[in-house]
């Protein structure tokens, strides 16, 4: 049941009065969650596609996302263009070389 785990955790984040700001403070906050390695790394990133790709229920990505603040109205073009960067072969050449 990850996917549960990863909704539950950004779930629960919503509902915080305040968002952990370090990345120390978000560690220890999604720790309790027992994320998985990719899930986490893409909490932290953050990286809205990746999480939309393992399950995450959009409504939840969508609010995830304007926590940290980012206008409404780019929502779907960064998700694109989160997509289009995991997904070009020159960003897969850079991971790896």
Partial sequence: MIRYRINRALY???QCDDMPTSLDS???YFARYRLAEC???AVLAPDFDALLS????TNL???FYRMHGLPPSDFA???ERERMRRESPIATV???G
């Fill in 54 to 57: 393992m399950g995450v229920l």
């Fill in 77 to 79: 073009s960064r998700v």
């Fill in 94 to 96: 850079r991971s790896h």
């Fill in 61 to 63: 990505a969508y609010r």
């Fill in 26 to 28: 978000k560690r220890k």
């Fill in 12 to 14: 629960d984040l919503a």
């Fill in 39 to 41: 899930e986490l790394k």
